[in-house]
Nanobody, 127 residues
């Protein structure tokens, strides 16, 4: 059984930082790309960041470039999202996703490429 469990969300003021974590079980973590998406109330789920299965390439949505950093620790089966300089528009539920394809050569930023999802963690940024 594949499980993804996010943590680290919370309520912070604009300009603050948070680090989200997502622990994966039930798959050989180091064989799959990982992603973070977010969904604000009343909006579609939006791509935030992704990291290649090998960890040697990262991808970001335009709205979070230069502020957010995705990383992975394969020894801990964990993917992280370091979020700096948070803005009110970053308020959303954040979800981590596990790629449906093992060792995908080009990491996808499309929601449909990710088969398994965590339950989400709420991030609220007050202005």
């Amino acid at each position: 059984q594949v499980q993804l469990v996010e943590s680290g969300g919370g309520l912070v003021q604009a300009g603050a930082s948070l680090r989200l974590s997502c622990i994966v079980s039930g798959r050989p973590f180091d064989q799959f790309a990982m992603s973070w998406f977010r969904q604000a109330q009343g909006k579609e789920r939006e791509f935030v960041a992704a990291i290649r299965w090998s960890g040697d390439a990262t991808y970001y949505g335009d709205s979070v470039k230069e502020r957010f950093t995705i990383s992975r620790d394969n020894a801990k089966n964990t993917v992280y999202l370091q979020m700096n300089s948070l803005k009110s528009e970053d308020t959303a539920v954040y979800y981590c996703g596990l790629d449906r394809q093992r060792r995908r050569s080009v990491t996808s930023t499309s929601r449909s490429a990710y088969q398994y999802w965590g339950q989400g963690t709420q991030v609220t940024v007050s202005s």
